[in-house]
C-alpha cells in the first residue's frame, strides 16, 4: 500500500505556512497491485499527541499544521495511528476550486438539508476567490463548478455535523478523480 496524506488548509490566500489549520484531513490509501484507492478521514477535531514548538501535548489534529506544517501533520498521522506516511498533497480553497474547473465540473446530488447553506458559502467564496458562480436552486443531482463544490464541501451544520461534512469532501475528491479517468 502507498499512503498519502490530503491536506485542505483553511488558507484562502497563496499561503500554505505554519498558522494554517488543516480542516480536511484525508489519507488516500491505494492498493498498488490492484491499483483500488480507499480515501479514510480524519476528523480535524480527533485529539491526538501533537508536536507544538517541541513540546508534546494532547491537542485537535487540526493544529497540527499551524504549529509545523504538513511535516507536523504527517509527525502526527504516522506517531498516533501507527502509519508512515511520508507524500502528502496540501490545497487551500481557491487550489480546490481550480481542480475541479480543470476537470470542467462535477456532479453531485444536494439534498434539501444542503440546499439551505449551500448559497451563504457560495456567496462568501465569491468575494474572496474572485470567481462568479450561480445559486443552486434545486434539489438532486448537480452539475457544480469549483466554487460550487468548495461550497458544497464547507456545509457543516446539517444532521451528522463533522462526520458528513468529511463525508461531502471525500465525495468532491471521488467526484474528481471519477471525472479526470
Not at 480542516?23 to 491499483?35: F, G, H, P
Not at 499527541?49 to 501535548?57: F, I, M, N, S, V
Request: charge should be positive; glycine fraction near 6%.
Amino acid at each position: 500500500y502507498r499512503n498519502i496524506a490530503l491536506l485542505g488548509i483553511d488558507s484562502r490566500a497563496d499561503d500554505y505556512g505554519v498558522g494554517n489549520r488543516s480542516d480536511c484531513i484525508i489519507i488516500a490509501s491505494i492498493n498498488q497491485k490492484t491499483k483500488d484507492i480507499k480515501l479514510i478521514s480524519v476528523y480535524r477535531d480527533t485529539y491526538l499527541l501533537l508536536d507544538e514548538k517541541g513540546t508534546e501535548r494532547l491537542d485537535k489534529v487540526t493544529h497540527a499544521y499551524s504549529y509545523g506544517g504538513a511535516q507536523n501533520t504527517l509527525k502526527a498521522l504516522n506517531t498516533n495511528l501507527d502509519l508512515n506516511i511520508s507524500e502528502f498533497v496540501t490545497v487551500n480553497f481557491d487550489a480546490v476550486i481550480e481542480i475541479v474547473d480543470a476537470v470542467g465540473w462535477v456532479s453531485i446530488n444536494i439534498d434539501s438539508n444542503e440546499l439551505q447553506y449551500i448559497n451563504q458559502y457560495i456567496d462568501e467564496l465569491i468575494k474572496t476567490s474572485g470567481k462568479s458562480a450561480k445559486h443552486i436552486t434545486k434539489t438532486g443531482k448537480q452539475t457544480l463548478t469549483g466554487v460550487q463544490a468548495v461550497a458544497y464541501s464547507r456545509i457543516r451544520y446539517t444532521a451528522g455535523g463533522n462526520y458528513k461534512r468529511t463525508e461531502r469532501m471525500r465525495t468532491v475528491i471521488e467526484a474528481v478523480l471519477a471525472k479526470a479517468k
